[in-house]
């Protein structure tokens, strides 16, 4: 019953509701004692003979008066206690939605989408179900059957209620026994349907990926042994759940054996009457309710007791990167001042940069070069705060980036990653997503810069067009361009473009890179490229080697140092010249 405990916060968020729920079920439960007493009476009437058609009518209207009374008392616990449940329901899911927008990379990289999301649905209705079913067996269940029980002892025989309540015990013993059993093999149920909730999502995402490798066999081959992982788990949780009912219902006959035999007993010694032990014999049916809902109680406690641990060991997950005390919430802007000595990775041991150092003025481009694992998309993640820096500082504004709130620091970049990532909405929505008061023109014109416009225009819907999940009906070029199209409608301090040029060519480029110069004179704006055209009109550019800047200056005075800059330089030249040798043949 731990759970219960747990949820203590909820019950008293809910108080006013659980309280009339719970009142009016019981209300109930008392009203329902009320016709085995009636049938009781009508069955001595009639082997009596005084039963008359005016009592009889009063039976009957007494019971109809009793139907529309708990109707209507049914109705309202149920609207009660359920509606109380699926608003539970509703908070657990807020709750670690902000908790997982909260969370740094390092975090997603140790979960896999399947189970979380398997969290957010799974677990969740079984911690409602708790909230809802549970609380509804354990008031009924405990409250009725102790009603019942007294209401047999004292109405009629408390010696006939002692006999038939000599199995109950078996009920309690067993019930808790597979509990244990049913929390253990539910959470391992849970488990198994997350992983075949990532599998499911995995594949899906990377069905091309997949069919181009001609791959489909073996990976149906994989979602079957998960599913059957899965069928195999919940089997386990259904032979426990198959337990309890035959054991309440051989509980249930030796009572009625023991109270049918002892009855007849006391009949003929005319201690009670055949109405008395049929009015007995319905209160003994009454309690095979309150004890299949103690068997249901243990089923829905343990299942929601092991999806809630699930659920508060995902919410205790330590979030990283937090604002620090008194941070300001205006947006950065001005000089971007780095002075890195040494960054670490968490879980790692060796560092990924090492003495970076540089300062950009407002209104400046600085470009970034270096090899795959050079270290340029992790000095990006320290200006996004992504991660906090080990050893160093930077400073926008004049003021430690750890100085702002995340909300105000992030509010003030326009980011354009390496993987684009497009929601499946249209082109407009997903233009727009990065500042939703936007006007149509201020959309428009992001567009134009991005030199995607045209290309949007010649869509059948165009801006009206649906890009498909994460963009897959579009060109890389076009994500690339609408990705970037995002990012300028914010009309952020800092615009950093992380490779986001790649998928484009030349002189696509070259029209991007003019229109940025044209209307981000007084921003500043970060560019890492493999490809130097994208750079070499920067300002200052970093050349960047196993975490460390080896070379920095201008596009010329790289060239002049004839380091690596210009060797990448002129492999590049190299390269073009055999494209265009190949184009002109």
């Known amino acids: 019953?731990?759970?219960?405990?747990?949820?203590?916060?909820?019950?008293?968020?809910?108080?006013?509701?659980?309280?009339f729920g719970v009142l009016m079920l019981m209300l109930v439960t008392i009203l329902m004692l009320l016709p085995p007493k009636i049938i009781g009476a009508i069955t001595d009437a009639i082997a009596e003979h005084t039963l008359t058609?005016?009592?009889?009518?009063?039976?009957?209207?007494?019971?109809?008066?009793?139907?529309?009374?708990?109707?209507?008392?049914?109705?309202?616990w149920r609207l009660f206690v359920f509606g109380s449940a699926n608003y539970l329901a509703q908070v657990l899911r807020e709750k670690l939605f902000r908790?997982?927008?909260?969370?740094?990379?390092?975090?997603?990289?140790?979960?896999?989408?399947?189970?979380?999301?398997?969290?957010?649905?799974?677990?969740?209705s079984a911690v409602q179900n708790t909230a809802g079913g549970g609380v509804l067996t354990l008031v009924d269940s405990l409250f009725s059957g102790t009603l019942v029980i007294l209401m047999m002892a004292i109405t009629i025989d408390w010696r006939l209620?002692?006999?038939?309540?000599?199995?109950?015990?078996?009920?309690?013993?067993?019930?808790?026994?597979?509990?244990?059993?049913?929390?253990?093999?539910?959470?391992?149920?849970?488990?198994?349907?997350?992983?075949?909730?990532d599998k499911t999502q995995e594949s899906i995402t990377g069905m091309k990926v997949i069919k181009t490798f001609g791959q489909e066999q073996q990976d149906i081959a994989d979602f079957r042994a998960k599913s059957e992982t899965v069928v195999h788990e919940n089997i386990r949780v259904a032979k426990i759940d198959a337990l309890f009912d035959p054991t309440i219902n051989i509980v249930i006959a030796l009572s009625y054996l023991i109270s049918l035999s002892y009855g007849a007993k006391l009949i003929t010694e005319e201690q009670i009457t055949v109405g008395d032990l049929i009015a007995f014999t319905t209160y003994l049916g009454m309690l095979i309710w309150p004890m299949l809902a103690l068997g249901l109680l243990f089923n829905i406690v343990e299942r929601g007791s092991a999806s809630y641990d699930r659920i508060e060991a995902l919410l205790e997950e330590p979030v990283d990167i937090v604002n620090a005390q008194h941070a300001s919430t205006t947006k950065p802007s001005g000089d971007l001042s780095v002075a890195l000595t040494s960054f670490t990775f968490p879980n790692a041991t060796k560092p990924v940069l090492r003495d970076i150092s540089f300062t950009i003025q407002a209104g400046q481009t600085l470009g970034i070069v270096g090899k795959t694992g050079a270290g340029k998309s992790a000095l990006l993640k320290l200006l996004l705060r992504e991660y906090d820096v080990n050893d160093g500082d930077i400073l926008f504004g004049g003021k430690s980036i750890q100085q702002y709130t995340i909300q105000a620091l992030r509010e003030s970049i326009g980011y354009v990653p390496q993987e684009h990532f497009l929601f499946s909405a249209s082109i407009y929505d997903n233009?727009?997503?990065?500042?939703?008061?936007?006007?149509?023109?201020?959309?428009?014109?992001?567009?134009?810069?991005?030199?995607?416009h045209e290309d949007i225009l010649r869509l059948p819907q165009r801006y009206d067009t649906l890009v498909g999940e994460r963009g897959v009906s579009l060109s890389g070029g076009q994500r690339?361009?609408?990705?970037?199209?995002?990012?300028?409608l914010m009309t952020p301090e800092l615009l950093i473009l992380d490779d986001s040029l790649s998928a484009v060519d030349a002189k696509t480029e070259e029209a991007i890179l003019q229109a940025l110069?044209?209307?981000?004179?007084?921003?500043t704006t970060i560019i890492t490229s493999h490809r130097l055209s994208a750079i070499q009109h920067a300002h200052h550019i970093l050349v960047l080697h196993e975490g460390r800047v080896v070379e920095q200056g201008t596009h010329a005075q790289l060239l002049a140092l004839h380091g690596v800059y210009a060797e990448m330089y002129r492999l590049q030249q190299l390269e073009q010249i055999v494209e265009?040798?190949?184009d002109s043949a």
């Open 480 to 488: 690339q361009r609408i990705s970037i199209a995002r990012a300028l």
């Open 431 to 452: 233009i727009a997503f990065a500042n939703p008061q936007a006007s149509q023109d201020d959309v428009y014109k992001a567009a134009q810069l991005a030199h995607i």
């Open 580 to 582: 265009q040798g190949g």
């Open 99 to 124: 908790h997982f927008t909260r969370m740094n990379p390092t975090f997603y990289q140790k979960k896999r989408v399947g189970d979380l999301m398997a969290h957010a649905t799974n677990d969740i």
């Open 1 to 19: 019953m731990g759970v219960f405990k747990k949820l203590a916060w909820f019950f008293a968020m809910r108080k006013w509701q659980y309280s």
């Open 517 to 523: 110069k044209s209307v981000r004179q007084q921003a």
């Open 53 to 76: 058609r005016t009592m009889l009518w009063q039976y009957i209207g007494a019971l109809a008066v009793l139907a529309i009374v708990v109707y209507i008392l049914r109705y309202y």
């Open 161 to 197: 209620t002692l006999l038939a309540l000599i199995p109950m015990p078996i009920v309690a013993l067993s019930t808790q026994y597979y509990g244990k059993l049913l929390h253990k093999r539910f959470g391992g149920a849970q488990q198994a349907f997350s992983a075949l909730n």
